[in-house]
């Protein structure tokens, strides 16, 4: 599944599309494939793509306490 990142600044958001996870290792180790771009906050290109974003966004399910304690049952325990 693909992420989406997205830095703003006044007049520039630097945007990361692509399948690497938000780690040192995901973003440059571990063969995933992402897309950085720098395009003004203003601009079409970043309206296109917060609204893919976006409308994305509008399925999101919130992280509740049971999906961790399920992640951690099938996973094993979580580094303290």
């Known amino acids: 599944h693909w992420k989406f990142y997205a ?3 006044k007049e520039q958001v630097t945007v990361v599309v692509g ?3 938000l780690t040192r290792d995901g973003l440059l180790k ?5 897309l950085t771009l720098r395009i ?3 601009s079409k ?3 296109d793509i917060n609204t893919v ?9 919130p992280l509740q306490p049971a ?3 399920e992640y951690i ?8």
């Open 45 to 47: 290109q970043y309206r």
């Open 30 to 34: 571990s063969g995933e494939l992402s």
């Open 7 to 9: 830095v703003a600044r």
């Open 73 to 80: 049952k099938q996973r094993g325990q979580l580094p303290q």
């Open 19 to 21: 399948s690497s996870n």
């Open 40 to 42: 003004q906050r203003k």
């Open 53 to 61: 974003f976006e409308e994305e966004w509008k399925h999101a399910v």
């Open 67 to 69: 999906h961790i304690d």
